[in-house]
Antibody, heavy 124, light 109 residues
Framework: EVQLVQSGAEVKKPGESLKISCKGS????????IGWVRQMPGKGLEWMGI????????RYSPSFQGQVTISADKSISTAYLQWSSLKASDTAMYYC?????????????????WGRGTLVTVSS | EIVLTQSPATLSLSPGERATLSCGAS???????LAWYQQKPGLAPRLLIY???SRATGIPDRFSGSGSGTDFTLTISRLEPEDFAVYYC??????????FGQGTRLEIK
C-alpha cells in the first residue's frame, strides 16, 4: 500500500527544538518530491516547502524560509520537518504530502497522497 | 506571489442541490495548474480535481472543475450528505507553487 506514515503528536515548550518525521512506503521514495503543509487550529492550509529525496534539492515557501528546515534520509525513506526554537504560533497540524507525478523535473505540486498529520502543541 | 480568494466563505445548501464554489486568482494561473481538495473534520484533505478540470482517481463524476486564467469553479451537481465539508483550491503553476485559497465551508441548510 502506498502511504505516508507520520510521527506522533508532540507537546513542547517555547524555545525547544523539534523534528517530526514522515515515512513513505509502497513507492520509490527517491523518485517523488515530498512536502509539508501546515494547518493552524481552525484555519486553512499553508504550503511550507518540499524536498526531492533523490538529491535533497529543497524549496521553501517565502513565508517559511528560515523558520523551518526540511530534510530527508533516503536510506530509510523518511522526510523530516524541524524547528530549532519553537514558538506558540507553531502550534498546528502538520501534514506530509506527496505530489501525484514523479520525477525531479515534475514540479507540478498538487498532492494526491497525504499523511494523517502530526499535531504539534507549543505551550508554556 | 499569486493570492487565491475563495467565495463564498460559507455556502448553505440542502442535499440534492447544486453547489458552485469559486476560486479567484490575483494573477493568471499558468496553464490552468489549479487543484481542488475536500477536507472533512479530523481528516487530511483529499484531492478532487487537478489541472482545473481533471478528476482525481476515485472521485465521483458529480464533482467537476472548470475555468482558466484567474477564475475557477468547482461544481457539485447533486449534493450528497457526505459532500458537506471544507473545500480548498490550490495553484501550482507559479512560484511559490502550492499556495492555497482560504477555503469554502459547505454546510447543510
Amino acid at each position: 500500500e502506498v502511504q505516508l506514515v507520520q510521527s506522533g503528536a508532540e507537546v513542547k515548550k517555547p524555545g525547544e527544538s523539534l523534528k517530526i518525521s514522515c515515512k513513505g512506503s509502497g513507492y520509490s521514495f527517491t523518485s517523488y518530491w515530498i512536502g509539508w503543509v501546515r494547518q493552524m487550529p481552525g484555519k486553512g492550509l499553508e504550503w511550507m516547502g518540499i524536498i526531492y529525496p533523490g538529491d535533497s534539492d529543497t524549496r521553501y515557501s517565502p513565508s517559511f524560509q528560515g523558520q523551518v528546515t526540511i530534510s530527508a534520509d533516503k536510506s530509510i525513506s523518511t522526510a523530516y520537518l524541524q524547528w530549532s526554537s519553537l514558538k506558540a504560533s507553531d502550534t498546528a497540524m502538520y501534514y506530509c504530502v506527496r505530489p501525484q507525478s514523479y520525477g525531479y523535473w515534475n514540479t507540478y505540486w498538487y498532492f494526491d497522497l497525504w499523511g494523517r498529520g502530526t499535531l504539534v502543541t507549543v505551550s508554556s | 506571489e499569486i493570492v487565491l480568494t475563495q467565495s463564498p466563505a460559507t455556502l448553505s445548501l440542502s442535499p440534492g442541490e447544486r453547489a458552485t464554489l469559486s476560486c479567484g486568482a490575483s494573477q493568471s494561473v499558468s496553464s490552468s495548474y489549479l487543484a481542488w481538495y475536500q477536507q472533512k473534520p479530523g481528516l487530511a484533505p483529499r484531492l478532487l480535481i487537478y489541472d482545473a478540470s481533471s478528476r482525481a482517481t476515485g472521485i465521483p463524476d458529480r464533482f467537476s472543475g472548470s475555468g482558466s486564467g484567474t477564475d475557477f469553479t468547482l461544481t457539485i451537481s447533486r449534493l450528497e450528505p457526505e459532500d458537506f465539508a471544507v473545500y480548498y483550491c490550490q495553484q501550482y503553476g507559479s512560484s511559490p507553487q502550492g499556495t492555497f485559497g482560504q477555503g469554502t465551508r459547505l454546510e447543510i441548510k
